[in-house]
């Protein structure tokens, strides 16, 4: 699951409030907390005592009207775009001059671009300076002439004279006196006859194949082939009903919700995470990004318009990311809906989910009920546990109060029955989150890490944000895990990383990998965030790290069917060997020839994988991949590498940083 759970190391500030406010309580309270059993009689406990930490809002909600607007050199081509992008996320649009240096700071940018020969960001700016509809008239010129430029280098005759025919009569309103308009005049018909801007090259970009992905009946974000089950150990977890084979896509999911982390804010999209180097900004605060006006307008008429006077407030504070997950799955959604669940919901909290819920016939991501139902462990948490993040929960209820989240007035220092309903459900989104949330990442470049012996990579698969993703939270962890993850946008895709047997479970990994960490070190990191002792194959048998494994040990299984028994075996050995369990006799000889086969397949993927070719070195190494497990038994330094180009593979066709360049 990768993402920080919230405990009292992520946040400083919201430590010192907690100790705070229990250290307000009287004896007599604390006492009656510990007798609680549902949400709400949390909330109303230590409201009253929780509202220490202020809300504070950055003057002008992190817009500027002086500080970009100066001159800037377009020459400097990187530096240009810096800034103007800079201007454009802080520049205010609460007035008309304002709004008009905005559309100037953006046709300044679009004139970079045009010097960049990047036609296409040309056109973006056109339109969005277009929508915000402030741009001087008597300025107008310069935009069409521009337009009919970039149309004359993509070799379209009927657009480009167009533009300049609009370009021609917007010049009648401009401020230039006759003799500079006459040379401007010449300027645009010598533009038009004599097509000064060089075409462009169309380049052929490699197809990647990208198959329709149908999920299931019930769950329909996953594959047919996955179901899932549940007992008193396990919980809920994944199976397949039938062999799949390796690459295969088994979840395509949106997410219920999710966030961009306070670092990437001013560089990926708010609304669907993608990285932004063209920036639109919200117009009425300075502390986001979008990456187009489609998901600036999505935002606002969704989340947004809430969150805009209170997100500022909220990363100053210290909180976690769970938090912004927390407040998201509310303020993404209109008051109205949760209070058309608020009998249903609030009876099964009182209850402490103990009633019987009604299995739905699909089970999608969009539907709240899938979310308020995933795991919490509220039965295991400590009281000093739960104060926290009912402080925690108070304190983003008294943020949507400030973002005017309610269709009703409301007081920071009293609670409503509608307040402390939606207070119950954000304590209940902090508990589930913390086992239930993923990262979402993309490709950024790095110095040469080694994350496997004899294989560096120039990347990492950085985390730029997270999202709770409802069917894949039902998936277990293992050390050795099923599955990698990679996201397009903030989708997230899971594609299998070994073939699987019918009947097998299918895990997903929690951070913790048996090929970089030692047994007591994961056992210790999966019980401190996930409260579990792993008892998946590679804790139960003791795998090797990858450091310590031989490449000349085969392990290679009994031929007699259902038999556990694996030999592990070196090509020096009698190649006839007995059973220490049901004694049959295995030869080790086909084994060895099938393996030869590799001998052919790898070299060639390891060229196509040299040259950027991922998709076709994906292929290759899955093929190679399912040799290995056809002749062996895991654990072996080969099945990790290849596994580890697959995965390189598989993470190319996510998402990547606008400044992310292939290095191998």
């Known amino acids: 699951m990768d993402v920080p759970s ?4 992520d946040y400083t500030l919201f430590q010192k409030y907690c100790e705070k406010t229990i250290g307000k309580l009287t004896e007599e309270c604390v006492e009656s907390f510990r007798a609680t059993k549902d949400e709400e009689s ?14 504070t809002v950055e003057e002008n909600n992190g817009k500027n009207l002086e500080k970009h607007n100066r001159k800037k050199s377009r020459k400097d081509y990187d530096n240009a775009l810096k800034a103007y992008n800079a201007g454009i996320i802080k520049c205010p649009q609460d007035s008309v001059p304002a709004r008009e240096l905005l559309t100037i700071l953006i046709s300044n940018r679009s004139a970079t671009y045009f010097e960049l020969r990047e036609y296409k960001r040309v056109f973006n700016d056109i339109d969005y300076l277009t929508e915000i509809g402030n741009y001087p008239t008597h300025l107008q010129y310069k935009i069409w002439l521009r337009k009919a430029k970039c149309y004359n280098a993509l070799q379209n005759e009927r657009l480009a004279t167009e533009a300049y025919n609009e370009a021609t009569e917007s010049l009648k309103h401009s401020k230039l006196d006759e003799a500079t308009m006459a040379t401007k005049m010449k300027e645009i018909e010598n533009a038009r006859v004599n097509k000064t801007v060089d075409p462009v090259k169309h380049e052929v ?13 019930e769950y329909i974000a996953a ?36 966030v961009v982390d306070a670092s990437h804010v001013l560089t990926n999209c708010q609304n669907c995470s993608i990285s932004v180097d063209q920036p639109i900004a919200c117009s009425s605060c300075g502390n986001v990004v979008f990456c187009c006006t489609n998901c600036e307008r999505l935002a606002n008429k969704s989340f947004h318009k809430f969150e805009c006077p209170i997100q500022q407030s909220l990363f100053a504070s210290g909180a976690s990311i769970n938090c912004s997950m927390a407040l998201r799955i509310i303020s993404q959604k209109p008051f109205s809906y949760f209070r058309d669940k608020h009998n249903k919901l609030r009876d099964y909290m009182k209850d402490n989910c103990k009633k019987n819920v009604t299995k739905k016939k699909v089970y999608r991501f969009d539907d709240y009920d899938n979310v308020f139902f995933l795991c919490r462990n509220e039965n295991m948490r400590t009281k000093e546990d739960l104060v926290q993040y009912s402080c925690m929960a108070i304190y983003l209820l008294r943020l949507l109060k400030f973002g005017k989240y309610f269709p009703f007035e409301t007081k920071d220092k009293v ?13 209940r989104h902090l508990q589930l989150l913390q086992f239930n949330a993923h990262e979402i990442s993309e490709l950024k470049n790095t110095t040469p890490t080694s994350l496997v012996k004899g294989l560096l990579t120039n990347y990492e698969n950085a985390t730029i944000g997270a999202g709770l993703y409802p069917t894949l939270a039902l998936f277990n962890h293992s050390c050795d895990p099923s599955i990698v993850r990679y996201n397009i946008k903030n989708k997230m895709v899971v594609r299998t990383i070994k073939p699987i047997k019918a009947g097998d479970i299918v895990y997903e990994n929690y951070g913790p990998l048996y090929t970089a960490m030692a047994i007591e070190k994961r056992q210790e990191t999966l019980k401190n965030n996930y409260w579990f002792e792993c008892l998946c194959r590679p804790c139960v048998e003791l795998w090797p ?13 009994c031929q007699k069917e259902r038999c556990p028994f694996v030999f592990v075996v070196n090509t020096d050995d009698d190649p006839f060997m007995t059973c220490e369990y049901c004694h049959t006799v295995t030869s080790i000889l086909p084994h060895l020839k099938g393996l030869m086969v590799l001998d052919e397949i790898l070299p060639l993927a390891e060229a196509l994988y040299g040259t950027g070719q991922f998709e076709s070195a994906m292929k290759k190494f899955i093929e190679g991949l399912e040799i290995l497990y056809k002749f062996m038994s895991p654990p072996h330094p080969e099945m990790i590498k290849i596994q580890q180009r697959i995965r390189v593979c598989m993470v190319h066709l996510g998402n990547k940083s606008c400044a992310y360049k292939v290095k191998l």
């Open 6 to 9: 919230l405990n009292k190391n």
């Open 42 to 55: 949390r909330i109303k406990l230590i409201y009253d005592n929780a509202g220490l930490l202020p809300i």
């Open 205 to 217: 970009v490699p197809s990647v194949e990208i198959g329709v992905f149908v999920g299931g009946k």
């Open 223 to 258: 594959h047919p082939t996955i179901t899932f089950d549940q007992d008193p150990y396990q919980g809920r977890f994944a199976r397949a009903t039938e062999d799949i084979e390796t690459g295969t896509i088994i979840i395509e999911e949106n997410p219920h919700c999710a």
């Open 415 to 427: 609670l409503t029955d509608d307040e402390l309903f939606i207070s119950a459900l954000i304590l």
């Open 545 to 557: 790290m990858f450091d310590e494994m031989n490449e000349n040990d085969l392990r290679i299984c």
